[in-house]
């Protein structure tokens, strides 16, 4: 019940996205795929965790930009050497720290109200809290925690949800960015994989049977990852003295895991700068890090392993699908080359400008149903019927 509400969710997000392409389409105007991805997928996350649209496709406001201010400065916090944010007096007077200040006091405001309006919808239902509770009304992450029992005014509760905004958004956006930036590299890729929207998606919104057959498409997310895993480092740190097989590891030092260099070791992967999703059988197990023996890190592993893993793969192969089943995608004429930077995930240097044309619909074939018949004077003719029309041809004729 779950999977199916959030399956709709992605659907119609998806499909807001569509329409903004088809606009772009019409006025024959290039659109920066990265920014729109990431749109897309903070209106996903922002009404799966909290039952917020943020409708940041339609418009921007305020909150939106707020969002905006305080994940750039969580990732620069994440990377940056020194914690100057931290420093006092500076983190008053810094034009910087004062804007994440008020974007902060913005965020947790609407959080406040989000929390109070969910914290009287669970009070008024019925409805008893089980392993499998929804309420199909609002089945956010906010609503089940309420549920369960979480205490609402707990600061736990709102770290959580904002770990998962934070989490959830800037990683499937860039999965989807370096994924339609491979496609525009493999167009024998993309053909195969508009075979398959064509084949599996209907004219409504996909549904939970259409994702289950969309193998291919997952197959080219699974080596999109392969190739651009986000975040592309992971980093720990050690709480004692240890040995990390023959070297040692002093307590408080950081370790990087660098799963870029893991994903593309060439003692790991045949071709392994290749984008082959071929390479994992369309009928073998969906690739992870247990059955590939920890040499493919997409989520993590172990007890800190991604909490949204099968959340995101649908996610972008939905909206892979619904974007392809549509529109062509080329590098825009003229767009400055894609170059990366990395902060928590690979981002482009200066965007992902791209060309998108409607596809033309290929030619509905009729399903023929050839009845040879044989005439007198021994030449054949064949009677052939689909979608109510008769066709005859007649070798006599040929
Ligand atoms: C394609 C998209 C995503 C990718 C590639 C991804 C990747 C990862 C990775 C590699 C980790 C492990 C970090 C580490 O070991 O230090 C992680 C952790 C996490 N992810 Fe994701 N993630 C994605 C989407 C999501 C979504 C949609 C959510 C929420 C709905 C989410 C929630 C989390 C959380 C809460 C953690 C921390 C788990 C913990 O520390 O216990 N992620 N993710």
Redesign the pocket.
Known sequence: QYVTAMIGLFGNASDRLCQKLDKAASDGEDVEMESLFSRL?LD??GK??FNYDFDSLSYDNGIVEAVYVTLREAEMRSTSPIPTWEIPIWKDISPRQRKVNEALALINNILDELIATCKRMVDEEDLQFHEEYMNEKDPS?LHFLLASGDDVSSKQLRD?LM??LI???E??A??LTWTFYLLSKYPNVMSKLQAEADAVLGDGLPTIDDVKKLKYTTRV?NES?RLY???PV???RSLEDDMLGEYPIGKGEDIF?S?WNLHRCPKHWDDADVFNPERWPLDGPNPNETNQKFSY?????????????M???F??VVATAMLVKRFDFQMAPGAPPVEMTTGA?IHTTKGLNMTVTRRIKPPVIPNLEMKIVSDSEGSTSSTASGEGQQVEVSTSQV
Request: aromatic share 4%.
């Open positions: 997928t996903v996350i799966a965790v992450i959580d770990t998962m989490a959830g958004h990683t499937s860039a999965v997310i990852l895993p986000q975040p992971l980093i720990r895991i799963i890190l997409p989520f993590g592993g172990g007890p800190r392993k991604c909490v949204g893993d959340f995101a793969t996610e972008t995930t």
